[in-house]
């Protein structure tokens, strides 16, 4: 009969009872003995180290290393291959490899949810921990996005690749394109020929837009569209940055940038607002006009441009929000107004202007621009009178003449603080029969021979009133030939006597809300230059708790001019205002162009205002 033997390990080496030293022990043995029937039993006996007067005590039995499973769970599309064990003791490092299906990505490799990732060898590999160790796979279904080159070329953004899951934002940007053409859109269509919408957004990085879809459960097939570049528009296509011309106080900096496109943007730094719209060129005339309008604020703007031979662009900006409207003119250049170093208000026969000088990189220019901008001089360069010496600022007192950019002289303006006034049109020498010279330096100041004064010069009669020392002579002037003759001082006007009214509506511009008809009178005087201006209030409530019901300004002070064809210009001056006034040549009526009549801080909107002269 077979007898099963168990066999028993001594332990070799044991710890001294006492002291904690190792010993060797003085034997070891391995003992077989028969196990019970059918079955096999296992013990381990340790024999312990004995010494004189003392008895050896057992020893515990050592411990077997625990093992823990390795779990690999499968996903749609991947699975794990190569595993490199089931299980594992604490320490042991496992390793394995993913398959993925085609058709599939696999996104991420986790274990106990710690994502790993593998060597270059596509290995995956972690160090077993006190724990069952459990691996999942993140695989998606992916579509193949296909991208069409012609003109144009196309590139994936970010992640660079060409499968994406559904739902996944596609993002791509213009890679390269053949001079002459521009990118107008992109075109993203699926299997079934059905069209996938494409956003477009230049803001995230500056010069680049990029284009965007949601990925569909399907492949798609990506097309630029391309369109010739308008050879016109590719000519003025730039950024071009600014300032304000008629405001010394914004400092606002606009961007303006035309397209070869066709459309245009407006920026102001100060507000925050960016302005979105369309522009048409005309290369004859050098101008551009179009309309802008913001997305978030409501506001729209149309837009007139000139191109300038020194390189600047004058815009007028129109300004439209409910019924408020304002117009303001900006000077724009490539590089950008380096500075806008001057703001005068110039006043030439009672007419506002507005005179700026700036700079275009090394280049120093001066700009002239009518209040209502009907009259536009840029590009002219300052030049002192007296020395012709080139100036970049202006000076006080001084007189300077203005020439364009092929030399010829375009206006003289004299300097006085913040304010300028154009020369006057009787400027000029004038010659006697006597061959005495007659200087007018058409800002009020004379020379005769040895005798300098002021005068005053009345258009109507082409006559000037010179007066030195405190005494007056009067001169009438050939304007045409640059000649005078003595004459006698005539202070009478064509308006004496006279009276004028009309109503109009009256929009209030001060702290006061509302509006009111309103009816106003001007009464010449029949002995002085004088006028009065009363305005009568239909509206009570208008001037808010005060209650008026008219304003009346008495002795008012007025110059007048006639021009070419026969027509008046009024000019009335009252403190720090002036009201310009255009009268009929038969005197029937006077207007006041584009509601520019104002009392405090009131004046008309828009239209113009008529007043009508009254029978005697």
Known sequence: MKTKITLTLVAATLLAACGGK????????????????????????????????????????????????????????????????????EGDEITFKVKVEEGYRLDAVRVNQEKIEPNDKGIYSFTMGKEEARITLEAKKVYLVSLVANQATLTFYFNKSDHYAENETVRLSLSSIEDGYRLSSVSVKDASENSIPVSSDSGMLDGVTFYSFSMPAGPVTVTPIVAEIDPELASIAATYRGSNIASKQKNDKPTLKLSNDGTASLSEPGDGITYDGTYTYDSSAKTATGSLKSSNAGVSYTLSASFREDGSIYALLEEREGSYRTKEPYLFAKGGVTSLAKYYTAKSMGHPNVLTSYQIGTNHFFTYVSEDFSVIELGLRAKLSSTGEEATTLTSGSIYSLYDKSGEEKHVVKANGSLIRFASSERGTYTSADGDNLILDGFGSYTLGEESGTYVYHADASQVVCTANGTSKAYNLDLTNK?????????????????????????????????????????????????????????????????????NYANQAYTYAKDATGAYQITFTRSNSTYIAEVSSDLSSMTFKSGKLYFGYYGQDESDITLSKKSA
Do not use: C, M
């Open 22 to 89: 190792p010993v060797t022990p003085s034997s070891s043995a391995i003992s077989a003995r028969p196990s019970e029937a059918g079955s096999a039993s296992s013990s381990s006996s340790v024999a312990t180290p004995s010494s004189e007067g003392s008895s050896a005590s057992p020893s515990s039995h050592s411990e077997v290393p625990v093992r823990f499973a390795i779990v690999a769970e499968e996903a749609e599309g991947a699975s794990v291959i190569e595993l490199s064990a089931t299980s594992a003791k």
């Open 483 to 551: 000649t005078y003759a003595v004459g006698e001082v005539d202070n009478s006007t064509p308006f004496e006597g006279l009276t004028y009214e009309g109503s109009f509506i009256l929009i209030s511009q001060g702290d006061y809300g509302g509006q009111t008809g309103v009816v106003t009178t001007i009464a010449f005087s029949a002995e002085e230059k004088t006028a009065t201006l009363k305005t009568t209030f239909t509206n009570s409530n208008f001037w808010g708790a005060s209650n008026e019901t008219e304003q």
